[in-house]
């Protein structure tokens, strides 16, 4: 037998033989490719005189020729490197000089064998099959998922992670496969900033006190996300040293808003309830305190230290006043569902009024008016009402000047009013409360402005965006529907 050079690893092979040998051997082939004796040796043609008509049927439809003998079938197909002889004649003497150099020689010996590893084949050929199918539908179910998934070796580098999860980080699994968590991943909270965080975040899950956790971010466009992760560890055999961890990451932004949404909407409830009494009994009094304030400047009795006094109770008094009257502003229900509104004159007419000093403040005031949207549904003192509250909050926001940006647009669904400053913005630890009643990061007022924004937008139907960073500005967006050319 020639021993082949180590460098070969892909085989063409000739088989030459006949009777239940050749068959055997034929049929110990994988099922359905009888071509195939290897992943590397690939059957391309057959020397047998008396092989089955239907055993050279099947050779045929997988494109391997049958010849009559051996001399026919080496000429016929070239790049033969390795002849099976069941014969035993080619091995010495004049028949192995009939073989041309090059092509090694198996015979019959050497076919037992291989006949002897084909027989365990099978077996091995269902497990990989078996081993291909269970990836496939992992691979398949991973990737179907919109949660992100990733795999991480106890050291913190990415073992892998799903192609959801690949194209929200905009790379390849080539170029971060193998790169440590915290220099790679954004949005992971406890351990995206630095070893020291997921050395931490790693013993937090070996002491078994914490798998799970919601993660606030401010995204590239400023809007606030929510995310609860899942962390899963894996050990050894169960046990033992940790091997793997798994971290699920599940975007909840929008069940976060729908439950904020529910809370808020039982605070106004509350707050209607308290609007009532406060309506009836605390300013009842608070007209008598500043009605006998005010008696009591036109008394000339009175010296100019307790005129200050009384000027400072007609004061408290007045600003007590409004505050109550915002409150049951807030509380009553508005009638804004009817009307028509011109979102662009009412922009025009509130900005000729409310830019008045703002050059003095070092605002700059620009307008980008949409041509022609058409009008709103709406009222236009509460449309005003909105507007004003807003540019309030931007003017205020920017302590120091900067730029004011009033701009309206239609897209076709809404009609979209925004307001954008340059100021300070809003800090993310905050973004989930400023439309909470009363809240405020201004230190005075109510706290009532985009609270009650919010409430008009929803009895029209609307909607408000808002989207801040700090130190570039926030910009909130009014989005408010169109008048449809319908019979009412």
Partial sequence: MDILTPCESKFTVAINGSGPFLSELLSRAMPGEPLILSANATIAAVAAYDLDPA??????AHGVPVFSDLPLALAAVPGVNLLIDLTGMLLAGPGR????????????????????ILATDPECRRCRQELVRTKLLLHTIINQMQDDIILLDAGGRIIDLNDVNLERLGVT??????????????????????????DNFKRILLENTQNDFVDTRVDDQGRLQYHRIYAYPLFIDGEGEMSHIVVMRRDITQRTYMENRLQQSEKL?????????????????????AGFANSLMRSKSLDDAARD???????ESNRLDKILKSIVDFARPTDSMSGEVDVNRVVQETMDVMSIGFAQKG??????????????????EMLKQCLINLIKNAAEAMEEGGKLTVATDFDGRFIS???????????????????NPFFSTKGKGSGLGLAMTRKILDGIGGAVDLTSTVGKG?????????????NQ
């Fill in 309 to 315: 006094k009384a000027q400072v109770i007609i004061e």
């Fill in 474 to 486: 926030t910009t909130v967006t009014l989005f408010i529907p169109p008048i449809l050319a319908v």
């Fill in 417 to 435: 009013l925004s307001v954008t400053d340059t100021g300070r913005g809003i800090p993310p630890e905050f973004m989930d409360q400023v439309f």
């Fill in 363 to 380: 605002v700059e005031v620009g307008l980008d008016l949409a041509s022609r949207p058409p009008k709103a549904k709406g009222d236009d």
């Fill in 173 to 198: 699994r080539r170029e971060i496969t193998g790169k440590p968590c915290w220099e790679t991943l954004t949005g992971y909270g406890k351990f995206r900033d630095s070893r020291e965080d997921f």
């Fill in 97 to 116: 000089e009939s073989i041309a150099g090059g092509i090694g020689i198996f015979g019959p010996a050497e076919a037992e064998a291989l006949l002897g």
């Fill in 55 to 60: 055993r050279r049927d099947r050779l045929a």
């Fill in 269 to 289: 409830a509350a707050i209607g309830e308290l609007s009532t009494y406060i309506a009836h009994e605390i300013r009842n009094p608070l007209f008598a305190i």
